[in-house]
C-alpha cells in the first residue's frame, strides 16, 4: 500500500455539533489538511440550538453551562470569546459547589390553588437532597441494594418519612410526600429519562458535577457555536449531507491510494477515508446501528448502545403580560395533591400528560426577558406532548395555571416548545445511565473500530453519550471530540512528543 504521512490522511466527522467541531479544530490546528465534517441538517450546534419567542432569546436545546469554572472547557471559551455576563466570570461564582442542583429560590403551589410555604415544604426538601446524595454513593461503595434510583428513594422516603414526621398532621405528611412525586419528575427532567425505575442505582454516581454556580448565555448559547466555527478552515462542513452507512474494513482504491473505510451519503456520494469519527447522538444510534455501519457493530458494543439509557427532556416556554409568581422566585414546583404516593409518571399518557411537567424555571433577569417561563417535561408523556398541535398546548399550559394559582383569568401571550423526540437526527434528549449499565458500557461506547490490526482506528465514536463522568452536557461532548482528535494525533506521532491537550484548543 502506497504511504502517506499522517498529516495527509482523509479525516470524515459525521455530525457538525460541538463534539463534532471540536475534533475538527483540534485536528485542523494540528496540520491535518484533510478534514471535512458531514452535517445531515442546514446548520451547525446539534443539540446547542438558540431561538426567539418574540424579542427573546431563548434555549431549544442546551440551556446552561453546567460547573462553570476553570475544568470547563466550554466555559473557558466562552469566557476567552467573550460570551458571558460578568457576574459569571467571578471566582466566588466558579468556586461554588452545588453538587448539580442550583439553589433557586422557589415557588410552591397547590393542585387546589394554594400557595405553600417553605415551612411546610422544607422538610421534603431536605429529605429528597439527602437521599439524592446517598443514591450517587452507591457507584463508589459497590453493590446495589435496590434496583433502581427510583425504588431506592421511593423505599427509604417512605421509611424515614413515617419516622421523621410522625407528630405532623395527615395533611401536612400528604403534601410533603405530593412534592417528592414533583422532585422525582424533576430528576427525570435531570437525568433524561421516563421514571426512576429505569436509572441505575449502581451507576448513578458515575455522572460528576464541576464546582461553578450553572450560568446561560446573555445573547444564546450558538454564539459559542458561531465563534469555533469561525476558526475552522473554510468550506470544511458539507451541510444537507446524512451519511446512510459507514462502511469499515474495506480496500478501496482512489487517486492511488488505498483506503479501509468508505462513507456512503444519502445522496449517493460514496467518500474514501481513513478515519472516520461518528459523533451522532446515543438516541440515533440506538435506532440505526443496523444500517448506518457495515459490518456491524461487535456484539459487546452494540449490547452497552442497547443498555446505556437515552431519553427525552423537553421545555414549554411560556410568556406572559404580568408575572403571578414572587419576584425573588427562580424556580415554580406544581403539587398534585392526588399523588401522595410517590409517582413519576402518569397513568394515561394520552389525558394526563400534563401532569408529567413539574413546574417552571424562571427566565433571569426580568430586564432581559420580561415575564418568561420554561416549563420542564421529561419521559413517555413529553414525548406525547410534541405530537399535539400547539393550540392544545397552549390550552392545557393555561388550564394548569389557571388551576394552580386560583386565578381563573391569567393567560399566556404566547408558548413554545421542543420537541427533541420527534427530531430525525437525534431521537431524543441525552444520555443517562439505566438499570443494568455501568461504567465499562461507556467505554465500550466510546471503543474505536478496530483497536488494532494494520489499520486501527477506522470509525471513532465521540459525543456526550461516550464521556465516563460528563454524559449529558456539553462539555462532555466537546472533551470527546477533543479525545477522539487526541487519539489520532497520538496514532500518527513520536509517542515521545505528543501531549494532549486538555481545556484549549
Avoid at 25 to 31: I, P, V
Avoid at 414 to 431: A, K, N
Avoid at 439 to 465: K, R, T
Amino acid at each position: 500500500m502506497a504511504f502517506r504521512h499522517g498529516l495527509d490522511s482523509q479525516i470524515v466527522i459525521v455530525g457538525c455539533g460541538i463534539s463534532g467541531i471540536g475534533a475538527a479544530l483540534k485536528l485542523t490546528k494540528h496540520g491535518f489538511r484533510n478534514v471535512r465534517i458531514l452535517e445531515a441538517t442546514g446548520r451547525s450546534g446539534g443539540r446547542i440550538k438558540t431561538g426567539n419567542m418574540g424579542n427573546n432569546i431563548i434555549e431549544i436545546g442546551a440551556n446552561w453551562i453546567h460547573g462553570p469554572s476553570e475544568a470547563n472547557p466550554v466555559f473557558c471559551l466562552s469566557r476567552q470569546y467573550n460570551l458571558l455576563d460578568p457576574e459569571s466570570l467571578t471566582q466566588e461564582n466558579q468556586d461554588l459547589a452545588i453538587g448539580g442542583h442550583p439553589p433557586w429560590v422557589p415557588n410552591w403551589f397547590s393542585s387546589s390553588g394554594r400557595k405553600l410555604t417553605p415551612e411546610l415544604m422544607g422538610p421534603a426538601v431536605e429529605l429528597f437532597a439527602e437521599l439524592l446524595e446517598e443514591g450517587g454513593e452507591f457507584s463508589e461503595q459497590g453493590g446495589e441494594p435496590y434496583s433502581s434510583v427510583g425504588e431506592f428513594i421511593r423505599t427509604e422516603v417512605r421509611q424515614r418519612a413515617a419516622e421523621r414526621w410522625q407528630g405532623d398532621s395527615l395533611s401536612c405528611q400528604s403534601f410533603r410526600l405530593s412534592l417528592i412525586s414533583t422532585l422525582l419528575k424533576v430528576e427525570c427532567c435531570v437525568n433524561g429519562t421516563h421514571t426512576l425505575d429505569t436509572l441505575g442505582l449502581g451507576a448513578f454516581g458515575l455522572y460528576k458535577t464541576l464546582p461553578g454556580l450553572d450560568c446561560t448565555f446573555p445573547r444564546g448559547y450558538e454564539g459559542l457555536i458561531n465563534n469555533l466555527m469561525k476558526e475552522l478552515p473554510t468550506g470544511i462542513v458539507s451541510y444537507h449531507r446524512p451519511v446512510s452507512c459507514v462502511h469499515w474494513q474495506r480496500v478501496v482504491r482512489k487517486g492511488g491510494r488505498e483506503y479501509p473505510v468508505v462513507v456512503e451519503c444519502e445522496d449517493g456520494e460514496r467518500i474514501p477515508a481513513d478515519h472516520v469519527i461518528l459523533t451522532v447522538p446515543l438516541g440515533y444510534l440506538k435506532k440505526h446501528h443496523g444500517t448506518l455501519l457495515s459490518p456491524p457493530l461487535p456484539l459487546h458494543k452494540l449490547h452497552s448502545v442497547q443498555r446505556m439509557g437515552f431519553g427525552t427532556n423537553n421545555k414549554i416556554f411560556v410568556e406572559f403580560d404580568e408575572p403571578w409568581w414572587d419576584e425573588d422566585c427562580e424556580v415554580i414546583y406544581l403539587v398534585w395533591e392526588d399523588e401522595s404516593d410517590l409517582v413519576d409518571q402518569v397513568s394515561d399518557v394520552e389525558r394526563f400528560w400534563i401532569k408529567k411537567l413539574f413546574g417552571f424555571t424562571v427566565l433571569k433577569p426580568t430586564e432581559r426577558y420580561g415575564h418568561v417561563l420554561c416549563g420542564w417535561i421529561a419521559g413517555h408523556e413529553s414525548e406525547f406532548m410534541e405530537t399535539l398541535p400547539e393550540q392544545d398546548v397552549t390550552h392545557s399550559i393555561t388550564h394548569l395555571i389557571r388551576r394552580f394559582t386560583g386565578n381563573p383569568t391569567i393567560t399566556p401571550r404566547r408558548v413554545l416548545r421542543s420537541q427533541w423526540f420527534h427530531d430525525p437526527w437525534t431521537c431524543g434528549s441525552y444520555t443517562y445511565t439505566a438499570t443494568g449499565t455501568s461504567l465499562q458500557d461507556i467505554h465500550n461506547l466510546s471503543e474505536p473500530l478496530p483497536q488494532q490490526g494494520e489499520q486501527p482506528l477506522q470509525v471513532l465514536f465521540a459525543g456526550e453519550a461516550t464521556h465516563p463522568s460528563f454524559f449529558s452536557t456539553v462539555h462532555g461532548a466537546l472533551l470527546t471530540g477533543w479525545r477522539e482528535a487526541d487519539r489520532l494525533i497520538s496514532h500518527y506521532s513520536d509517542p515521545s512528543t505528543f501531549q494532549p491537550t486538555r481545556s484549549k484548543l
